[in-house]
């Protein structure tokens, strides 16, 4: 179940929130760190990768901002952050990357897209909103925290739809096929930075927007 467990119910009867669009972004970053754990020796990224699931998204970020003042790794060593926030619903070939215009990792996000066609997946930058809207969006994200450290990131996300904390957001629904491509491509782009060198730096515009505490 979402965070709001059982509550008012819905025209059916209906008072099971569900939360199944809402939990594909776990289920993905579980995929995502089972693939790792997967690859072979050889093709083993030089830096590490943390993976985090957090809790108390709708109470203001709470477990990611409790993270970043209880670190298990030092922040400082951090070089980028993805987050996935439901992934399994809307168009089945687009999936938006909120904060595309903030930092590196929003065109090494298009070129991972372009680099495999079989995903089918198309980038929207910020899901087509304007700068405002989309800034919003940003800043709701869990990824915030460790961005108002200093750590370029960037959602990864199919998307509003109007199932969305309510009961009727239910696994039929969803596009199980959709969030294991999101998830790959998730996992190729984390793969790409840990792997090499790369340092994803922020662009004016977004070193603008992760306002620090």
Not at 88 to 105: E, F, I, K, T, W
């Amino acid at each position: 179940m979402d965070h709001l467990g059982v509550g008012p119910p819905d025209a059916s009867g209906d008072s099971i929130y569900n939360g199944a669009d809402a939990a594909s972004g776990l289920a993905g970053l579980v995929e995502i760190a089972e693939a790792f754990v997967a690859l072979p020796e050889e093709e083993r990224a030089a830096r590490p990768v943390l993976v985090l699931a957090v809790s108390g998204h709708e109470t203001g970020l709470a477990g990611a901002a409790w993270y970043v003042d209880h670190p298990t790794v030092a922040l400082d060593g951090a070089v980028a952050v993805f987050a996935l926030d439901r992934i399994a619903r809307n168009s089945p070939d687009r999936v938006s990357a909120v904060g595309h215009r903030y930092s590196g990792l929003g065109p090494l996000l298009d070129d991972v897209a372009r680099a495999h066609p079989d995903l089918g997946l198309t980038v929207v930058p910020d899901a087509g909103l304007d700068p405002d809207s989309a800034a919003a969006w940003f800043r709701s994200a869990d990824a915030l925290p460790l961005a108002r450290r200093g750590v370029p990131a960037i959602l990864i996300s199919t998307g509003d739809h109007e199932d969305a904390r309510r009961p009727s957001d239910e696994h039929g629904r969803t596009d199980p096929g959709k969030a294991a491509r999101v998830a790959r491509l998730a996992f190729l782009a984390v793969h790409r930075v840990a792997a090499s060198e790369l340092e994803p730096a922020w662009t004016p515009t977004g070193r603008r927007i992760p306002a620090p505490r």
